[in-house]
């Protein structure tokens, strides 16, 4: 369904379940993507340890004021602060600054933390504007942090040819989401998220017992009702 989604939409292929690291879930809302793209974040910028030790103190995210409320909903319940949420100015057409998001992740690096993941917007739900992704990609990678990109609001507008546009940046992003049920009708809710690192997304929200567990391998694990 997603990798079937992402070719009608003209995603880049590291999306898909077929390349090697790709993939995608279908979510309620990209309030939960979001929350799923922080978390992923956190495991990558820790190598994995925040599992174990829970430490997210020195970990920094990025955004513009125009980016979603759920932004600073996601990093609370992953344990990030608002103190380490960093306002980028922007234009004025409402756009994310690069320069400005280059000089907030040096100073952070500089003070001993560590920038982990900025959430780029295509279509604010509150002004409708675009950050420029391929610029902000550079900067992200740079200090090696995870690339989100929530195009809730108008992704689906890259079902016409005309407006591919709206995906300028996404073979840079680690992450990205779209709601199919804005401009396709699908009913509410549907959300749907694609990354291009699903071992980061794996590790960060799956576990496995041994009850879960079954001879013929984890392809045929049993489901727990509770």
């Not at 900025?118 to 610029?135: E, H, W």
């Not at 749907?192 to 567990?213: F, K, N, Q």
Request: net charge negative.
């Amino acid at each position: 369904m997603v990798d079937w989604l992402g070719e009608l939409l003209d995603l880049p292929a590291r999306f898909r379940t077929t390349s090697e690291r790709g993939g995608g879930v279908i979510q309620g809302t990209a309030s939960e993507a979001t929350l799923v793209a922080i978390l992923s974040a956190r495991w990558r910028a820790t190598d994995g340890t925040v599992n174990v030790d829970g430490d997210t103190s020195r970990l920094v995210a990025y955004a513009s004021a125009q980016a979603h409320s759920s932004i600073e909903k996601g990093l609370r319940i992953a344990g990030i602060g608002t103190d380490r949420l960093r306002i980028v100015d922007h234009d004025e057409t409402f756009a994310m600054r690069p320069d400005s998001l280059a000089a907030a992740m040096a100073a952070d690096r500089e003070a001993g933390l560590v920038p982990c993941v900025v959430i780029a917007t295509r279509g604010t739900t509150s002004s409708l504007a675009f950050d420029p992704v391929v610029d902000i990609a550079p900067i992200a990678a740079e200090h090696g942090a995870w690339l989100h990109v929530d195009a809730a609001m108008a992704g689906i507008a890259a079902l016409d040819p005309e407006q591919r546009w709206v995906n300028d940046g996404l073979e840079f992003a680690d992450s990205y989401c779209t709601n199919p049920h804005k401009w396709m009708g699908i009913n509410f809710d549907c959300d749907v998220y694609w990354t291009a690192d699903r071992h980061a997304l794996l590790g960060a929200l799956s576990i496995l017992p041994e009850y879960l567990r079954s001879a013929a391998g984890d392809a045929g694990a049993a489901v727990d009702l509770r």
